[in-house]
């Protein structure tokens, strides 16, 4: 019954979607027995995030659905289902160096999959005391060698090669589940966003499973936390303010806010400088100095910020529309047309920029798009 239902899998993983409609679409081949393969009519597609895959000779813009996980390789090329996932995907990460993907959905179920063949190649559940629980958050080590997955009870660091459990990480020191982890510092991860006054964040030694450092005094609820590229700090903001911590979980700076909270931020390499959205606005900061580099205000809510690989410029999605900045002085040589009202999520690779319509509660958009990240020309 095993190797019948994986043969099922993997042909149906060979015929690709092509109904017209892009990134998305809404036919999908099922196995048919004696019959071959069939197409099977399913609704249309809510895509909640887009990601770049940098390496290799072809652009791979992976797109997540509820239940389904899409790779679409290039201008002309048809997009590819990976299969495997039976409820709502909540996150997404790409191995780049392994050139796989790796997507945790609803029921406790993370699956990591081969970018060339788009073939399983790990199936890795969430299970706590003989019972599969829900996974919130996935994050990668920056090897590549290793996922961590934080679910109900506890999480997870798992071997990306042989899809074996390597270590538990318990949650101690917190009065509600937390819904977000990190790969932070060296060999260490961070838990947290419990949306309650006073929860800490955790940094759990991985060799050893234990808890190295609770980051407390935040003063109100942990918003998100974020880890820079050189991962040698940790970044964590609250309601009124954003704080830096050191690898030894002693607290370096703290930022505040003048009106209202961050809804997002991007940390530069060694925590030298933050980039905070807040509201309509968007600010950078010298977090050294704590002083404010440059502010720019917008007409509209900023939804999304995504940083260029080389770190040199800023993009930002507001709706309709999408502005690349100049990080050093916050000016706005290039902006991005054909953006739909409801883009909500965006990123940046060094060859292209990617944008779909996100998640909203339980509305999303329908659609994914690419462009050229110099010219600034829709694919």
């Not at 996980?69 to 995907?89: H, Y």
Request: with cysteine; glycine share 12%; charged share 20%.
């Amino acid at each position: 019954l095993s190797l019948a239902a994986w043969a099922g899998i993997a042909a149906a993983s060979r015929h690709r979607l092509d109904d017209g409609r892009g990134v998305g679409g809404s036919r999908l081949w099922t196995w048919g027995g004696r019959r071959g393969p069939r197409p099977a009519r399913l609704p249309p597609e809510v895509v909640r995030h887009v990601l770049l895959l940098l390496p290799g000779p072809s652009l791979a813009v992976w797109a997540l659905g509820e239940g389904d996980v899409t790779l679409w390789r290039g201008v002309g090329e048809r997009p590819v289902r990976l299969l495997g996932l039976s409820s709502a995907v909540k996150e997404l990460r790409i191995l780049q160096l392994q050139m796989a993907v790796v997507a945790t959905s609803d029921n406790g179920t993370s699956i990591i999959w081969s970018a060339l063949s788009g073939h399983p190649l790990q199936v890795l559940r969430h299970m706590v005391r003989g019972s599969e629980r829900k996974v919130f958050s996935l994050d990668v080590f920056p090897e590549g060698d290793r996922v961590v997955a934080l679910g109900e009870a506890c999480a997870i660091v798992w071997c990306v090669s042989t899809g074996a459990e390597l270590q538990r990480l318990w949650f101690e020191g917190l009065s509600s589940q937390p819904g977000d982890v990190r790969v932070a510092f060296r060999d260490m991860v961070a838990g947290g966003v419990t949306y309650v006054d006073n929860d800490p964040v955790i940094v759990w030694s991985v060799a050893d499973g234990r808890v190295a450092h609770l980051l407390e005094h935040h003063g109100d609820a942990v918003m998100f936390i974020e880890v820079p590229p050189d991962r040698t700090k940790l970044a964590t903001a609250g309601f009124t303010g954003l704080f830096i911590w050191d690898a030894d979980g002693r607290l370096e700076r703290r930022l505040q806010l003048a009106v209202g909270w961050a809804s997002r931020i991007i940390v530069t390499a060694g925590a030298a400088d933050i980039i905070a959205a807040n509201q309509d606005s968007l600010c950078m900061w010298d977090a050294r100095k704590g002083k404010l580099r440059w502010q720019r205000n917008f007409s509209e809510d900023v939804r999304a910020i995504a940083m260029h690989p080389h770190g040199k410029r800023l993009v930002v999605l507001t709706p309709g529309e999408a502005r690349v900045l100049d990080i050093g002085s916050g000016e706005c040589p290039q902006a991005l047309r054909g953006l739909h009202s409801d883009a909500r999520r965006m990123t940046a690779s060094t060859r292209f920029l990617a944008a779909c319509g996100g998640q909203q509660g339980i509305l999303s958009g329908q659609w994914a798009a690419v462009w050229e990240a110099e010219t600034g020309r829709r694919l």
